[in-house]
Every structure is written in structure tokens, then in C-alpha cells.
């Protein structure tokens, strides 16, 4: 499900891309100390980009170094340590990619997962003692979805269960007061919703072939594919200008260019092309708006 959230290198600055780099790397480094080694399976963008925005609502200045590592032992690369928001992404991210892994083993009995889990476990539950709710919560939607998917919903319907999980993402307990959560919720409400829908469409053919379960083969029935990417067009632009204007609301304090590169670049070429619409440009969505 996870996966959609990229940046585009060649549209980012120098800076920005320094950045977000050190972030990711910083998450690689703060998987291992948090959950296990094995965990750092669990690496993605996407857990990035949750660090990237919950760090920018700090006003401190995050704490950079440069050493090598095992994936790059020639060189040294920057990476973001002691960061709460980095560490919260990481037992987000285990425990996440565990449960993904459990849901290929529960679709497809995928052999591939169960090493997999075996490897997550421990971060998983290390992730649990340590995020309660959070856990809790995510399980609880993540029974939501399994109901509509196997009842056969449609697409509205278990699209608001899996942006229920983004809304838990992204208001952690150390996420400003009330104002600011309720603001965090809608913008990771819509990201969830623009997720769960483009990740529907591009996965109708291969779903289609498995006979798996997928809201968007009841809304195909039969017509024209193009057609439903015309359609699903107008709901996933909407969900991406609501989690914009949210954004918009939040008191960010750094790694202002990193975010708006992927709101309002990033997703939208990522949108343009999974529908089906690639015509060379890379506008986003509205363009960007002065704070």
C-alpha cells in the first residue's frame, strides 16, 4: 500500500535534497537503535516524509553528522539523529511493514513474508510497548478495512479506513496542541485517501489476475479503464489541494521546500503517472502557494 510517496530528484534543490536524505538515512540509523536491525527493513520514503513533517512543527535545529555505513561504507553521509519525530517514524514504520507482510501472507500465503515477519517481530513489538495507542488504533481500522475489502465496499468506503490510519500517523501524542492536531489530521486524512485510491488503480490488472479483492473492480465493471482514471482524477486532485491547503495552516518551522516539493510536485507527477496523463511537465497542484 505503501510506496506512493517520492520525490522527484531533478525538480529539488541541492539543499532540499541534502536534506531529505540526511532524514532518510537518519531513519535508517534510528530503526536499528529502536526496533532491531532487521527492522531496517521497514525503510521507506514514505516514513520519511511522516519524520520531515512532524520534525518541521520544532523550532530547534536538527542535529546533523556524516559517517559511513554499511550500504555506503566509501563515503560519509549526513544523516539527522536525537530527533523524537525520526524515532516515532521508525516504530511507526516496523510496525507497519510487519503488518504489510502479514497481509501478503493473509492474501496470497506470499512464502516471501514469512521470513519477512520473522525478521520484523521483534521491532513490532518493540514498537507496540512503546506507541500503545497508536498500535491499538492502527489495528482497529486496520480490522475496519479487512471488513469492507472482504464485504466487498466500495471504493469511498474503505478508502476512509485506511485514511484513518494516516490521520493516527500523524498526530502523535508531541504533535502541538489541539489546533494543530486537528489540522495534522485532515492533512494525513487526505494523503491516506489519495494513497489508498491510486493504489487501488494501479493495482486493478494485477488484482484482477488473482482474483484479490479490490473496490475499484466493482466501479470497472467492465468499462473502459481510461474512463475510470478520468473519473478517479477529479477525487484524488481534491484530496491532494485539501492536504495543500491543511498544510498551508500548520506553523512549520524548517524543511518548508522539502514538504512543498512533495505536495505539490511530487504526488501530482506520481498521480499523472499511474493515470495515464504524462505529457513532460512537472507543475503540481495549483502551483505554491506564498506563505
Not at 55 to 69: K, N
Not at 208 to 213: E, M
Amino acid at each position: 500500500m505503501f510506496g506512493y510517496v517520492t520525490v522527484c530528484r531533478e525538480c529539488m534543490n541541492e539543499d532540499d535534497y541534502d536534506t531529505f536524505s540526511a532524514y532518510y538515512c537518519g531513519l535508517c540509523g534510528a530503526i536499528g537503535r529502536q526496533c532491531s536491525q532487521l527492522s531496517r527493513l521497514a525503510l521507506s520514503y514514505d516514513m520519511t516524509f511522516l519524520a520531515i513533517v512532524l520534525s518541521a512543527l520544532d523550532g530547534s535545529e536538527p542535529e546533523r553528522v556524516y559517517r559511513r555505513c554499511a550500504a555506503h561504507p566509501t563515503a560519509k553521509r549526513g544523516r539527522i539523529i536525537n530527533d523524537r519525530a525520526l524515532d516515532y517514524a521508525a516504530n511507526m514504520g516496523a510496525l507497519l511493514t510487519y503488518l504489510k507482510f502479514a497481509d501478503d501472507w493473509a492474501d496470497d500465503r506470499s512464502l516471501r513474508s514469512i521470513p519477512a515477519r520473522a525478521a520484523l517481530y521483534g521491532g513490532m513489538r518493540r514498537a507496540r510497548k512503546r506507541f500503545p495507542k497508536q498500535c491499538e488504533q492502527i489495528f482497529r481500522e486496520l480490522r475496519r478495512l479487512g471488513e469492507c475489502e472482504r464485504g466487498g465496499a466500495l471504493i469511498d468506503e474503505s478508502a476512509d479506513c485506511f485514511a484513518g490510519i494516516l490521520e493516527i500517523l500523524f498526530t502523535p501524542d508531541f504533535a502541538g496542541g489541539e489546533t494543530e492536531k486537528k489540522i495534522l489530521s485532515w492533512f494525513g486524512y487526505n494523503i491516506g485517501r489519495w494513497i489508498y485510491v491510486i493504489d487501488a488503480y494501479n493495482d486493478i490488472e494485477k488484482d484482477r489476475a488473482k482474483n484479490r479483492g479490490n473496490p475499484l473492480l466493482l466501479e470497472l465493471n467492465g468499462s473502459d479503464k481510461r474512463q475510470l482514471a478520468g473519473r478517479l482524477k477529479t477525487t484524488l486532485t481534491f484530496n491532494l489541494n485539501a492536504a495543500a491547503s491543511a498544510y498551508e495552516l500548520l506553523d512549520i518551522k524548517k524543511n518548508d521546500g522539502i514538504i512543498r516539493h512533495i505536495i505539490y510536485t511530487s504526488l501530482y507527477m506520481r498521480q499523472k503517472k499511474i493515470l495515464g496523463e504524462e505529457d513532460g511537465s512537472v507543475s503540481g497542484i495549483g502551483g505554491q502557494p506564498r506563505r
